[in-house]
């Protein structure tokens, strides 16, 4: 069974930056894709932002010019530098990976920005 672990989250002021981690239990070298997604509460899960296993990425708007996400598959890892970040930023910050017909899910980690 493939697992994602996240970590990196925690509580950080208004301005300042975090790098979320996710790490895989296998070779994330024949993941499709691979992102990050939040949720706050009542709301719908969200795409942050997305990485193909050719390099290509997707931004949700709100975090274009203040997020990046990369993947080193050296590592089995996958990393969202969140730069710049704002009070509405707080959430919870889940991985994603499509692998075959799995769509597979890490446990989430908390980010809080204060203001």
């Known amino acids: 069974q493939v697992q994602l672990v996240e970590s990196g989250g925690g509580l950080v002021q208004s301005g300042g930056s975090l790098r979320l981690s996710c790490a895989a239990s296998?070779?994330?070298?024949?993941?499709?894709?691979m992102g990050w997604y939040r949720q706050a509460p009542g709301k719908q899960r969200e795409l942050v932002a997305s990485i193909t296993n050719g390099g290509t990425t997707d931004y949700a708007d709100s975090v274009k010019g203040r997020f990046t996400i990369s993947r080193d598959n050296a590592k089995d890892t996958v990393f969202l530098q969140m730069n710049s970040l704002k009070p509405e930023d707080t959430t919870v910050y889940y991985c994603?990976?499509?692998?075959?017909?799995?769509?597979?899910w890490g446990q989430g980690t908390q980010v809080t920005v204060s203001s």
């Open positions: 296998r070779s994330i070298s024949g993941f499709r894709v």
């Open positions: 994603n990976a499509k692998f075959q017909i799995l769509n597979l």
